[in-house]
C-alpha cells in the first residue's frame, strides 16, 4: 500500500511538473522558421503550389508580438539591367508573382489557437490594408509549425508549414 501511495504520489508530482512547465502558443512560437510549403485550395476544390515545389522563406516572431515573413519560390528572374528600377514589366510581373513580404504585429488566442496579425507594410499592399486577419494554427511542436490563412483576398485558403531555424 505504501508503495502504490508513493507511486501514486510520484506521478502527481511528475505530472505537475509537466503541466508547470508546457508553454503558451505564443512563447513557443517564438523564434525563427524556414518555410518547407505553402499549399493553397479554392473553393471548387483546386490545389495548388503558389510558391512552387521548394519554397524558400522565412517568418521571425518575437517576444514582444511582432513578426516578419518572407516567401518566394525557389527561382525568382534576374532583372537583366542589374537594376530593380530598371526591370522590363514582363520582370517585375514574374517576381510580384513569385514572391511576398510583409511585417506588423501578432497576437494568439490561446484557447482557440487562433493567430491575429495586422500588417504594417507588404509588398502586396492590398493585404496590408487588412486588419485584424486570422490565422489558425494546425500544429505547434518545438520544430515544427503549421497555420492556415483561411481567406486571402482571392478567395483561396492557404497552408503553410514551417521548421525551426533557430531556438528563441
Do not use: C
Amino acid at each position: 500500500m505504501n508503495k502504490a501511495l508513493v507511486a501514486l504520489g510520484l506521478g502527481l508530482a511528475l505530472s505537475g511538473v509537466a503541466f508547470a512547465q508546457q508553454k503558451s502558443a505564443k512563447e513557443q512560437i517564438v523564434g525563427a522558421w524556414t518555410l518547407v510549403s505553402v499549399t493553397s485550395e479554392m473553393d471548387d476544390g483546386n490545389k495548388g503550389e503558389p510558391f512552387g515545389p521548394s519554397p524558400k522563406g522565412m517568418i521571425i516572431f518575437s517576444k514582444d508580438g511582432h513578426f516578419s515573413l518572407f516567401q518566394s519560390r525557389a527561382e525568382i528572374p534576374k532583372i537583366a539591367a542589374n537594376d530593380r528600377a530598371k526591370a522590363t514589366p514582363e520582370e517585375a510581373q514574374s517576381i510580384v508573382a513569385s514572391s511576398i513580404a510583409y511585417y506588423g504585429t501578432y497576437s494568439i488566442d490561446e484557447n482557440s489557437k487562433v493567430m491575429l496579425v495586422n500588417l504594417a507594410a507588404s509588398t502586396y499592399a492590398n493585404v496590408a490594408a487588412i486588419s485584424n486577419q486570422k490565422r489558425a494554427i494546425t500544429l505547434l511542436t518545438s520544430d515544427e509549425l503549421k497555420f492556415d490563412n483561411p481567406r486571402t483576398p482571392n478567395g483561396m485558403t492557404l497552408r503553410t508549414t514551417w521548421k525551426r531555424a533557430a531556438a528563441p
